[in-house]
């Protein structure tokens, strides 16, 4: 195994400014692609956080990685749902069902895999682990694939600064925990950084995901509802699949809304609500699982330890998809000095 601090997780195309991944909502556990003729492999394992696939953001660019592999690799592959209330138990189990099955790499898509990975990566220490939003885990056979999200929060944080018109923006997280807080961070810091005078309203949906903080459009609606309510005409979420009902909301009240992870302005799911989705901050989820089944099927070298994506490698950004966005020059021009501010160290993104 070759142990790697950092590299750009960039294996589907993505640029600073415009990180573009296309994912799929397709409910299949098991693909119909043929086998892997390395012999060594039975396909990728990816085992998805809460929220599920089709959430259009997480869990659907993890999905998207999963099905470039599966078509350039020439692999199947198996996703598996997660279920309501389960445990670190039954992740584990999850994981090691995918090991055991001969899969190769087993990915975790979401920090609540770190107890289980760790406990299956002990076990099976032949197969290659991957988990993304933690870096915890200190073994030969586990990728920890994590982002900067602050830097690209600190992007659409600028973007809020200088889109609003009331100068009161919103920001709605899943779970308060410190994988939000960086999301939170960057984006209050960025629209304090454009535009002194602009109120920024932040909420969390629940303490714990296993309180639907990253699953419930119902919750995600009804903060933005009351963010909206108050003045805010730019509101930003991380908070998976309840990220869907801040959209709606934003589309109901006619704001803006800024979408997170997938390219949320592009998903055939949201798209009564394209309009109103301004742009998306993104991290290239799809990518780190792309490049992690990669090395292990096709290179032989599987990548371990931490694997980290910034703005500098191009693994996180915004995405250009809306011509309103796009076409704004005085933003775009605002957006790029933010970059080099970020890339060259004069501009430190907070994380808390």
Known sequence: MRRVS???VA??????LAVTVSACGS??????TSSSSSGTSK???LAYDVGGKGDQSFNDAAYAGLQKAEKDLGV????????????????????ET??????????GVGFAYAPAVKEAAAKFPKTTFGIIDDNTITASNVADMVFHEEQSSYLAGVTAALTTKSNTVGFVGGVDVPLIHK???GFEQGVKDTKKGVTVKAQYLTQTPAQGGFSSPDKGEAAADGQIEAGADVVYAAAGLSGQGVIKSAAAHKVWAIGVDSDQYNQAALAKYKPYILTSALKNVAGAVYDLSKSVIKDKKPLSGEIRGSLSNGAVGLADSNPTFKNNATLQAALAKAEAGIKDGSIKVKTS
């Open 183 to 185: 999301f939170e961070a």
């Open 98 to 107: 995918l090991a055991r099955s001969g899969y190769n790499p087993v990915i």
């Open 11 to 16: 294996g589907v195309a993505t640029a600073a």
């Open 6 to 8: 950092r590299i750009a």
């Open 76 to 95: 199947s592959g198996r996703d598996v749902e997660p279920q309501d209330n389960e445990s670190d138990a039954d992740k584990t189990q999850r994981l």
């Open 27 to 32: 409910s299949s556990n098991e693909s119909t």
């Open 43 to 45: 396909g990728i394992g």
